[in-house]
C-alpha cells in the first residue's frame, strides 16, 4: 500500500486545483487496445468541447501508442481521437510485426540454428517477433515534439509513457510536463523526466520474448506492465485528482480456457503465453485500484490517521465481452503464416483465442473491438459525463464492466 500512498501524499502537498484534474490512464493489451479507442470515440460525443478534457495522460505498451498521440494533438483532441479511430479501422498484422511466410521461416530457422548449435553459429533472435514495421507507421504518423509544444501551451499538465528497466528492474515512468511536477523515487519504480521520443514508445510496447527491448542511454528497457506494481501512481504523482482507467480485459475473464471455469487438458503452450500476457497487462490493475478504494476509505473515516493523503476518485471501464471470444469470430483473417505460428504453439483454438486476441491486428477484429468500446461507454453515459463534469457517482450510474473507487 505504501507505494500508491506515498504518490497520493506527494499530490496532497501540491496545492489542489478548483476543478478536478482528470487524468486518463490507458492499459497496454496489444490488438484488444482497439477497444479503448471506441471508448474515445464515444467521448467525443459526450464530450463534444474541442478542448482536451484530460489534463494528465498515462499510457502503458500498446495504450501508450493512444496516449502519444492524444498528448501531441491535446490542442486538436477530437480530431486525434479521429485519427486513431482510422488507423485502428483498418489495421492489418503487418503493419505492426512481419508476417510475410519468407520472414517468419527465417526467424524459425534462426532460432532453430541458434538453438541446436548452442548459440555457437547464430547468437538467439532478439525476439521472436520484428515490430519494425510498427516503428516505421508511428515515425509517419506521430510527431513526438508536439508533445512538448501540447504542454507548453498548455494543453496537457503531464504526460508519461511507462517502460522497464531490465538493467536495474525498476518500473520507470518517463515523463514530460509543467516545471512544478518533480521526478519521484519510490520502491522499484521512478519517474524520470526526460523529453520523449520514439524510443521511449517503443520500449512501452515491447512486449517480453514477442518484441526486442530497446536501449534509451545505456539502459535496455521493455514493455512498461511488466514490474508496475502500482500502474495508477504515474498519473497521480503528476497531479491527478481523479482517474479515468480504460482497461482491455473482461471483469468476468483472464483464466486459461475461455472463461469456462474448467481446465479439460494440460494448457498448450499457446494457452499458458496467451494467460500470461493477459495477466502482465490487466492484474495490477484491479489490484491498484482496491488499494486506492482502502486509501479513500481511511482518508473518510480517519482523516487525522490520513494526513497527507488525499481522496483520489476513479473509474474504470473494460469490455462487456470477453475479446477472446470476439476474436474467435475472426481467426480465419489473420495472415497465413501467424495462423501457422498460433497452430503449432496451441494458440489456435477455442481455448487459445487468448493469445490470439492480443495478436491479431486485423480489420475485422479491431472494428468489433471499437464497437464494444464504444457501445459500452455510450451504456456508462451517466458515469462517464458525472465524473468527467467533476460529481460523485452513485453505484446506480455505473454500467457492465465499469468499477469504481468511492
Not at 479507442?37 to 501508450?64: C, D, H, K, M, Q
Not at 517502460?163 to 518533480?182: H, K, L, M
Request: positive net charge; glycine residues 10%; contains cysteine.
Amino acid at each position: 500500500m505504501a507505494s500508491t500512498m506515498d504518490a497520493i501524499a506527494e499530490g496532497a502537498r501540491r496545492q489542489p486545483p478548483q476543478r478536478p484534474t482528470v487524468g486518463l490512464v490507458l492499459t497496454g493489451g496489444g490488438a484488444r487496445s482497439a477497444y479503448q479507442v471506441g471508448v474515445l470515440l464515444a467521448l467525443t460525443e459526450l464530450l463534444p468541447r474541442a478542448r482536451n478534457p484530460f489534463p494528465v495522460i498515462v499510457g502503458t505498451s500498446a495504450g501508450a501508442v493512444a496516449s502519444c498521440v492524444l498528448a501531441a494533438e491535446a490542442h486538436h483532441w477530437r480530431r486525434a481521437v479521429a485519427g486513431l479511430e482510422s488507423v485502428w479501422a483498418n489495421f492489418r498484422t503487418g503493419q505492426v510485426f512481419h508476417v510475410n511466410p519468407t520472414h517468419m521461416l527465417r526467424s524459425g530457422a534462426h532460432w532453430l540454428l541458434a538453438l541446436l548449435s548452442g548459440g555457437l553459429v547464430l547468437s538467439p533472435p532478439k525476439a521472436l517477433l520484428d515490430n519494425s514495421p510498427l516503428r516505421q507507421l508511428l515515425g509517419t504518423r506521430l510527431d513526438c515534439d508536439s508533445i512538448r509544444r501540447s504542454i507548453a501551451r498548455g494543453h496537457v499538465q503531464g504526460f508519461a509513457l511507462c517502460a522497464t528497466s531490465y538493467a536495474t528492474g525498476q518500473s520507470v515512468a518517463f515523463f514530460d510536463g509543467r516545471e512544478s511536477i518533480p521526478e519521484w523515487t519510490r520502491s522499484q519504480r521512478i519517474g524520470r523526466r526526460t523529453e520523449l521520443t520514439l524510443d521511449h514508445l517503443m520500449a512501452s510496447a515491447a512486449i517480453p520474448l514477442l518484441f526486442p527491448p530497446m536501449c534509451i542511454g545505456r539502459e535496455y528497457f521493455g514493455d512498461g506492465a511488466m514490474r508496475q506494481l502500482n500502474p495508477l501512481s504515474p498519473a497521480i504523482h503528476l497531479g491527478a485528482d481523479r482517474l479515468l482507467i480504460v482497461g482491455v480485459r473482461a471483469r468476468r475473464a483472464g483464466g486459461v480456457g475461455a472463461g469456462s471455469g474448467t481446465s479439460r487438458t494440460m494448457p498448450t503452450p499457446g494457452e499458458v503465453l496467451g494467460y500470461m500476457i493477459d495477466t502482465l497487462f490487466t492484474d495490477q490493475i484491479y489490484g491498484d485500484l482496491e488499494q486506492i478504494e482502502r486509501i479513500n476509505q481511511l482518508v473518510h473515516e480517519a482523516p487525522f490517521a490520513a494526513r497527507g493523503l488525499r481522496h483520489v476518485d476513479t473509474l474504470m471501464l473494460a469490455p462487456s465481452i470477453d475479446p477472446s471470444e470476439i476474436a474467435g469470430r475472426y481467426t480465419d483473417d489473420m495472415p497465413h503464416s501467424l495462423r501457422a505460428l498460433l497452430r503449432v504453439i496451441g494458440g489456435r483454438d477455442v481455448s487459445g483465442y487468448q493469445l490470439a486476441s492480443y495478436l491479431m491486428f486485423e480489420a475485422g477484429y479491431t472494428r468489433a473491438l471499437i464497437e464494444l468500446g464504444y457501445r459500452d461507454a455510450m451504456e456508462a453515459r451517466a458515469a462517464l459525463v458525472a465524473f468527467m463534469s467533476g460529481e460523485r457517482l452513485s453505484p446506480r450510474m455505473t454500467a457492465a464492466g465499469v468499477a469504481q473507487a468511492t
